[in-house]
C-alpha cells in the first residue's frame, strides 16, 4: 500500500464473488477521491484525485487469474 501522511495514493480494484484483491492501481500522487465505472465497458474505469489527474484505467494485456488486470491509459 502507498501511503503519504495516512492518505491512500492507489485504486484498489476487488473480486465481487471472492472478496479478494485483483489489483493495487498506481498512478496518482495526491489522495483518490473519486472512482467511477465506464458504464458502457465494464473493464474500463475512471479516477481523480487531489493531485488535480483524472486517469483513465483499461484493459491490461497481461491478465491476471481472474481474467482482469488495469493499466493507465493516461
Do not use: E
Not at 14 to 31: E, F, P, T, V, Y
Amino acid at each position: 500500500m502507498i501511503m503519504r501522511d495516512n492518505i491512500i495514493l492507489q485504486v484498489y480494484v476487488w473480486h465481487r464473488g471472492s472478496g479478494k484483491l485483483i489489483q493495487a492501481l498506481d498512478g496518482h500522487s495526491g489522495a483518490v477521491n473519486c472512482v467511477s465505472w465506464n458504464p458502457v465497458n465494464i473493464y474500463m474505469l475512471a479516477s481523480a484525485s487531489d493531485d488535480g489527474a483524472i486517469r483513465i484505467w483499461g484493459p491490461d494485456p497481461r491478465m491476471d487469474q481472474y481474467g482482469l488486470g488495469f493499466k493507465s491509459c493516461t
